[in-house]
């Protein structure tokens, strides 16, 4: 009887400690860390302000800054043919 209760204890801690990493994300959460990790290797943050280069294909390159730069997500309609191509 003690063991049960132990592994139930032991149980319940565990389900109540697990990271939310481990959770199931949606598709919505996912496509957002996705767009994230992306832009952060585009845009240098220094101090408050946020900075973009651009290098030119014959040669060159341009800085621009960037006001509250945010990602925002769409959903696209995914056609036959997506969906064919194993696209959801």
């Known amino acids: 009887m003690r063991l ?5 204890i032991v149980t ?5 400690c697990t990271p939310d ?9 996912e496509a957002k ?6 832009w952060s290797t585009q845009i ?3 101090g408050n302000d946020y900075y973009r280069k651009l290098e030119f294909y014959r040669g060159g390159e341009s ?8 990602v925002r997500i769409s959903p696209a309609v995914v056609t036959d043919a ?6 959801e």
């Open 33 to 38: 860390a996705e767009a994230d990790k992306f």
């Open 63 to 70: 800085w621009y800054e960037l006001k509250a730069p945010s």
């Open 4 to 8: 049960v209760i132990l592994l139930l």
């Open 82 to 87: 997506d969906r064919l191509n194993g696209l």
């Open 12 to 16: 319940g801690c565990f389900l109540a």
């Open 44 to 46: 240098t943050k220094c």
């Open 21 to 29: 990493s481990l959770a199931p994300r949606s598709i919505d959460d």
